[in-house]
């Protein structure tokens, strides 16, 4: 009968139910981890990226915008990006409305970096 009674000895059973609470949170844990490195770090790293680029315009440079229209940089202040579009036609937009920059063909160079071979 004294077997029962020290089965169920809270003291007994607390080292064991700590480490049972602790335990359950051990896959909360490990799922913000993975979505920190697949997720949150290289979207982090992006904007980084992306930052640097807008820090770095110049005149002359061909860029696109995220709306999708293609010009060169024709004057540029801290907040504003004059882009001509066609001979003669410029326009205003703002420095965080640039998506990226394009290459001489005139392809945006996302694009041609992260492209790959379909089919072979």
């Known amino acids: 009968m004294t077997g029962i009674a020290f089965a169920a000895d809270p003291a007994a059973g607390a080292a064991g139910g700590a480490l049972g609470q602790f335990g359950s949170f051990i896959p909360l844990i490990l799922i913000f981890v993975v979505f920190y ?24 440079t061909k860029v696109v915008t995220k709306g999708g229209i293609h010009g060169e940089i024709t004057n540029l202040t801290d907040k504003v990006v004059t882009l001509e579009i066609a ?24 694009d041609k970096a992260g492209a790959k071979k379909i089919g072979g």
């Open 37 to 60: 490195f697949l997720l949150i770090r290289p979207q982090q790293k992006q904007a980084k990226l992306h930052q640097t680029f807008l820090n770095e315009l110049k005149k002359g």
């Open 87 to 110: 001979k003669g036609i410029e326009i205003k937009v703002s420095r965080d409305a640039i998506a990226g920059g394009l290459t001489k063909e005139g392809v945006p160079e996302a």
